[in-house]
């Protein structure tokens, strides 16, 4: 099955500053790749997706991008403030995978004002 | 994103006693999932509940133990069967939104084992 594994666990910025997290997959017949943000006690939130036909995507603040060769992915978070302070999880998976999705270990960001 | 609801939201159980966690979305989804997360830790996959047939698990998840149930599209019900400490977790039932392929999760439901 896939595995997927996610760095740094833990991330400690100034706001303001930008944060990337890292997740690598080793099943190339996944093609689809959400992260997720997880507060403190409450689900996680889907945040922004990437599919296996595109390389790079946007949505303000955030971006995502995927090297499909290298089996690799990535989050970006720019201009961070305070409440980007969470536990953010990457996973892959998809249709070719029977729909499943397995999750990357985590990274708890933590962003100082 | 579908409305999804688990009962019970948190539960405090005996050793060796039983607990069944459910799952209403408020529409029809063909694929729902049992996650579980430990404390401090990722998300797991249990098993994919299939409608009208048996779940299907992961590794290191067995029927026994996590027996499932669907039987519609919009609800499902996982048991933890002789529970330990060890079983102590949240677990989150999840869907797949069929036309995008997102998956969102429910609130989850926090288990303590005594």
């Known amino acids: 099955g896939e595995n997927v594994e996610q760095h740094p666990s833990t991330l400690s910025v100034q706001e303001g500053d930008s944060a990337v997290i890292k997740c690598t997959y080793s099943?190339?017949?996944?093609?689809?790749f959400p992260w997720y943000k997880q507060e403190l006690g409450k689900r996680p939130q889907l945040i922004i997706d990437?599919?296996?036909?595109?390389g790079e995507k946007k949505d303000q603040r955030i971006a995502v991008t995927l090297n499909k060769t290298a089996k690799h992915f990535s989050l970006h978070i720019t201009e961070t403030q305070p409440e980007d302070s969470a536990v953010y999880f990457c996973a892959g998976g998809g249709t070719y995978n029977f729909n499943k999705f397995y999750f990357g270990s985590g990274t708890k960001l933590n962003v100082k004002p | 994103s579908a409305v999804i609801s688990q009962k019970p939201s948190r539960d405090i159980c005996q050793r060796g006693t039983s607990l069944t966690i459910q799952c209403q979305v408020d529409?029809?989804?063909?694929?729902m999932f049992w996650y579980r997360q430990q404390p401090g830790q990722s998300l797991t996959l249990i098993a994919t509940?299939?409608?009208?047939?048996?779940?299907?698990?992961e590794s290191g998840f067995v029927i026994d133990k996590f027996p499932i149930s669907r039987p519609n599209l919009t609800f499902s019900t996982l048991t933890v069967s002789n529970m330990s400490p060890e079983d102590s977790s949240i677990y989150l039932c999840?869907?797949?939104?069929?036309?995008?392929?997102?998956?969102?999760f429910g609130e989850g439901s926090r288990l303590t084992v005594l």
């Open positions: 990437i599919r296996s036909n595109v």
């Open positions: 509940a299939n409608q009208g047939s048996e779940a299907t698990y």
């Open positions: 999840s869907v797949l939104r069929t036309l995008t392929g997102e998956l969102f």
């Open positions: 529409s029809q989804v063909t694929m």
């Open positions: 099943d190339s017949a996944s093609n689809y």
